[in-house]
């Protein structure tokens, strides 16, 4: 039954990833947090591990949605490459700092930046274009702190990457595609780093990498490829106001129960 909801959990991110750039760990992390506790997994590990799951499963999502905004010509690949210089740094330093967060502030942490990403959605709060977009090393700082703010909330760094870039003057579209693009490198690192940072910590289920549970992995792995490409062809065609607050109300839900 566990398996079951991994594989429609996975479906419904790998389209938010495509959809809104967001990555789908706003809404891996809650289910998984909800998930594990009601596998009895000890409340000591079981938010940890609900972030490290989620940048695990992120790489596997950020693959097709990566694939998908390619193909459309919309990805910023030079800006890319510049963010990425610091978000592997800061996606590192992300990991090492959530590992000495108690697992209920880290959840109460998680569930203010929920929060806070539902009124930014609801109300579609965005900095207006009024800066240039910045040099290579203005574009490597900004990595530094989404790969960092990243790694604490598991996500693959959308909802900052986005209205960073737009802030910058890059048009929605490419911000969203380039957004996705940067989510490999923040998965990719963080899933490493809280592998690392959790393999000597007990008590873990069985089939778990340090922070990282394999079954959730495998389960959301498997539908999300396939939905992230589907949800970036969606970006592109749809109206997203409507669909941006009702996730924005589940989101609103889900940090008041986490603080709760």
């Known amino acids: 039954m566990e398996?079951?909801?991994?594989?429609?959990?996975?479906?419904?991110?790998?389209?938010?990833?495509g959809l809104f750039g967001v990555g789908g760990g706003m809404i891996i992390v809650p289910v998984l947090v909800y998930s594990f506790a009601a596998q009895d997994f000890s409340a000591d590990v079981l938010t940890h591990m609900a972030v490290?799951?989620?940048?695990?499963?992120?790489?596997?999502?950020?693959?097709n949605a990566i694939r998908a905004h390619h193909l459309k010509g919309a990805v910023r690949w030079p800006l890319f490459i510049w963010m990425t210089?610091?978000?592997?740094?800061?996606?590192v330093l992300g990991a090492f700092t959530a590992a000495l967060i108690s697992g209920q502030l880290l959840q109460k942490i998680i569930g203010?930046?929920?929060?806070?990403?539902a009124v930014q959605m609801a109300f579609e709060l965005?900095?207006?274009?009024?800066?240039?977009?910045?040099?290579?090393?203005g574009l490597s700082l900004a990595g530094l702190f989404i790969g960092w703010a990243s790694a604490i909330f598991g996500i693959g760094g959308g909802s900052l990457t986005v209205p960073f870039l737009v802030w910058r003057s890059v048009p929605m579209q490419q911000a969203v595609a380039t957004s996705s693009a940067c989510g490999l490198p923040i998965a990719v690192a963080g899933a490493i780093s809280f592998i690392i940072t959790g393999w000597a910590v007990e008590p873990r289920p069985e089939?778990?990498?340090?922070?990282?549970?394999l079954p959730a992995v495998i389960?959301?792995?498997?539908?999300?490829?396939?939905?992230?490409?589907?949800?970036?062809r969606l970006a592109h065609r749809l109206s997203q106001r409507l669909l941006k607050r009702l996730f924005a109300l589940l989101l609103?839900?889900?940090?008041?129960?986490?603080l709760m």
Not at 54 to 61: D, N, W
Not at 85 to 91: D, E, K, P
Not at 112 to 117: C, E, N, S, Y
Not at 219 to 232: E, N, P, Q
């Open 3 to 17: 398996f079951l909801v991994y594989l429609v959990l996975g479906g419904f991110a790998g389209t938010l990833a």
């Open 52 to 63: 490290g799951t989620s940048l695990a499963t992120i790489a596997f999502t950020s693959i």
């Open 85 to 91: 210089l610091g978000i592997v740094f800061g996606t």
């Open 112 to 117: 203010i930046f929920a929060i806070i990403v």
């Open 126 to 137: 965005r900095p207006k274009a009024s800066l240039d977009v910045p040099g290579k090393p």
């Open 207 to 213: 089939w778990s990498l340090g922070y990282v549970y």
């Open 219 to 232: 389960g959301i792995a498997a539908t999300s490829m396939l939905f992230a490409g589907f949800g970036a």
């Open 252 to 258: 609103l839900c889900v940090g008041i129960n986490f």
